[in-house]
């Protein structure tokens, strides 16, 4: 629980700021500086072998509202350890969550934990706090697509998004391949057994610590290089020489090889162009083209990169490289003028960013007292106004007539009298 909670605050209990993420859920107080625990997006079922993924947009409303309400329960009584009635609630959400699945959540948190209020806040646009600037293009990738928004004086630009599905699902994906592919085991018995002879699958948890723990993003002439042997139609280019090979323990007796080249490679399909000529920093391009164009020198200088997968060792020098390469091609020189481009380096890890931003959201008390759906409103209603969408009913009328709004949050150590 935060740090002297009763003092000045009003006697209102500081907000609770969940992040859903599509792997992992970060999840925490408001005006903390990071979660108090980032733990899977996922839970454990007695008559299923696998974990089940919580955040899924294709399963029925009914399956989802009773892993959603078993996965926050865990939240609460296992990791925040506070009572849900007691405390408004902030969603980070994703300007492509589908609204089956925010309404699924909004019935859980009213219904089954009595929360007084919850507010949804888009993840793109709380990145921007953290940094305290009002135009920014936003590039998040994460476990499922990469997604790109422009927003721009607080504004985010919805007509110029831009989405692909190259996150950290298809790097697994392409890390599972190779391995079974190229890898070899050690175990007790014997040394040099491939891989799909000793396990026919790699658990995802495997898979997902050998990507952290080994693989890398090369610089933009090696990503070339790489690509040209990957796709040598004339059998003339090279592959530069590998990284060193890896031993990776899988548990007290198998030891796994990984082979150097898998380590540099995999990342690769983020800035592979396919058919489409699309990648990871063609979207931002794309992204900056379809903005009006007295926008475009201001976002192009103000990049902001969150989400997991950001984190990789040489990604954002990748990107920025990338950026620098493309943007001298035909296609993008006639259609934009600016060649300045800057990454801001927000105060968290690129996985926290949003969540950040949605604990500074969430400390701003006439903010939460006034942008907040309350219990009372959506018992009247039964439905959540959406934020991107024109037909909401203006917010006075989001609580009783002729009640007082609820009380509004008071900064800790207020000057109000």
């Known amino acids: 629980m935060p740090l002297y909670e009763g003092l000045g605050s009003g006697g ?17 107080f408001a005006g903390e500086t990071g979660p108090r625990c980032i733990i899977p997006s996922e839970i454990k079922k007695p008559d299923v072998a696998k974990p089940v993924k919580v955040v899924q947009y294709n399963i029925n409303t009914e399956e989802l ?9 865990m939240l609460y009584f296992r990791h925040l350890l506070v009572n849900p009635r007691d405390r408004r609630v902030v969603i980070i959400e994703s300007v492509l969550c589908p609204s089956h699945f925010r309404d699924t959540l909004t019935r859980v948190l009213f219904k089954h934990f009595e929360v007084p209020s919850v507010l949804f806040a888009p993840s793109h646009l709380m990145s921007l ?3 305290g600037i009002n135009s920014a293009m936003v590039l998040d990738c994460g476990y499922a697509e990469s997604l790109v928004l422009p927003i721009y004086e607080g504004i985010p630009i919805l007509s110029c998004w831009g989405s692909l599905p190259l996150g950290g699902k298809a790097i697994h994906k ?8 190229k890898c070899t085991v050690d175990t007790g018995l014997a040394k040099g057994q491939s891989l799909p002879s000793v396990m026919g699958s790699v658990p995802e948890d495997i898979v997902e610590d050998i990507k952290v723990r080994t693989c890398f993003v090369s610089d933009l002439q090696r990503g070339l290089k790489i690509k040209a042997a990957k796709f040598n139609i004339d059998g003339s280019a090279e592959r530069p020489s590998p990284p060193p090979d890896v031993d990776y323990p899988l548990d007290g007796e198998k030891i796994l090889h990984v082979v150097g080249s898998i380590r540099d490679s995999v990342v690769e399909i983020l800035f592979e162009q396919d058919n489409e000529e699309t990648s990871v920093a063609t979207l931002i391009l794309d992204s ?10 201001q976002l192009a200088e103000n990049l902001v990169v969150i989400g997991g997968t950001a984190m990789l060792p040489g990604f954002l020098h990748r990107l920025m490289a990338e950026i620098r390469y493309l943007v001298e091609k035909p296609k993008y020189k006639e259609a934009l003028a600016t060649k300045t481009f800057r ?3 927000p105060p968290a890890k690129p996985n926290c960013v949003a969540w950040l931003g949605g604990a500074i959201f969430g400390a701003l008390q006439d903010i939460l007292g006034s942008r907040s759906v ?3 409103y959506y018992s009247q209603t039964g439905r959540i106004p959406d934020w991107c969408c024109l037909n909401n009913p203006p917010l006075e009328m989001m609580f009783d007539v002729g009640k007082a709004p609820p009380p509004l949050m008071k900064r800790a150590f207020s000057t109000e009298k």
Do not use: M, N
């Open 174 to 181: 392409e890390l599972e391949c190779q391995l079974l592919e």
């Open 343 to 345: 990454i801001h380096t």
């Open 288 to 297: 900056l083209i379809q903005c009006p164009i007295d926008t475009r020198k």
């Open 129 to 131: 706090l953290t940094l």
């Open 374 to 376: 309350s219990k009372e």
């Open 12 to 28: 209102e209990k500081t907000a609770v700021v969940l992040d859903l993420g599509a792997a992992f859920t970060k999840c925490g």
């Open 65 to 73: 509202y009773s892993y959603l309400k078993e996965f926050i329960h």
